[in-house]
Structure formats: C-alpha cells, structure tokens
C-alpha cells in the first residue's frame, strides 16, 4: 500500500466512525426520549415520583408490594385488549363478531392476573433464579417519597 492509499484508509475509517458514533449518538437520543415519556406516564400514574436537581430521579411513589403490573400497564397507556375491535364491538362488518365475548372474558382474566402480580412478586422472582442482578438507587429520596429502588 502507498502512502497514499493508506492516507485514504485512515480517512475513511475515520469517516466511518463518525458516522457511527453520530448515530449512536441519536439512538441513545432517542431512547432517553422514549424512556423519559414512560416516566413522565408513570409519575401521572402515581406509579413513580421524581426528584429534581443533581442526584434526581425517580423512586416508586408506593411500595413495591403495592404496586401491580396492571397499574403500570394502565398508567404507560397500554391496552389490555385481546379482541381484534378494541372493545367496540364492530370486529365483522360493523357488528360483533361470533368470537367477541370469548376475547373480551380473556381480556377480563389478563387483567385479574396483572392486578395480583406486584412488582414485590417480580422481584423476589427474579432474585430466587439469581441471573438478574438488581441494581440498588443509593441517591437520597425526596423526604415524602418511600425509599424504595426502582
């Protein structure tokens, strides 16, 4: 290789690499966005509460026990929705399909399940097979806040 053409290579791969981490950059950006949005449902919610200024963030607004899958299902918008009408009952043709009380009682028992699943239950399940680790929040919480990590 001349000089030459090592100067070009070392360009390009320069290049390149800028290009890559220009997005990264915004993937991360965006990211931070979507994941900000979440935590602005969830302060709605009351699933969360924030803290402002260095060390901020977010706690749980309750305790974990207290807190079930459902709440933040409901809190981020999600629906819990099986049938294909969303519950408008126009699923064939503008009327109720054959099918629709079927989906809608599954829809039913999805959401007693969720309801009686704390974020306590997940936990503990999570630490009983011991290949998640749970990362503890060691900044202080707002005095009114419970001090439980998220």
């Not at 931070?32 to 979440?38: I, K, P, R, S, W």
């Not at 402002?52 to 305790?63: F, Q």
Request: aromatic share 6%; with cysteine.
């Amino acid at each position: 290789m001349t000089d030459n053409q090592h100067a070009k290579y070392a360009f390009y791969t320069k290049a390149a690499w800028a290009i890559y981490a220009v997005l990264a950059a915004i993937v991360i950006a965006i990211l931070v966005l979507v994941v900000e949005q979440l935590f602005v449902k969830l302060r709605r919610g009351k699933i969360v509460c924030s803290a402002r200024g260095p060390g901020g963030g977010y706690n749980l607004a309750k305790a974990h026990d207290e807190v079930s899958v459902a709440d933040i299902i409901l809190a981020v918008d999600e629906p819990i929705d099986a049938t294909q009408c969303g519950g408008r009952e126009n699923c064939h043709d503008d009327r109720r399909c054959m099918t629709h009380e079927l989906w809608s009682s599954l829809n039913e028992h999805i959401f007693s399940f969720l309801t009686g699943v704390s974020l306590a239950q997940l936990v503990a399940q999570q630490q009983q097979k011991a290949e998640v680790a749970v990362l503890q929040d060691h900044r202080r919480a707002p005095a009114d806040a419970p001090s439980t990590p998220v």
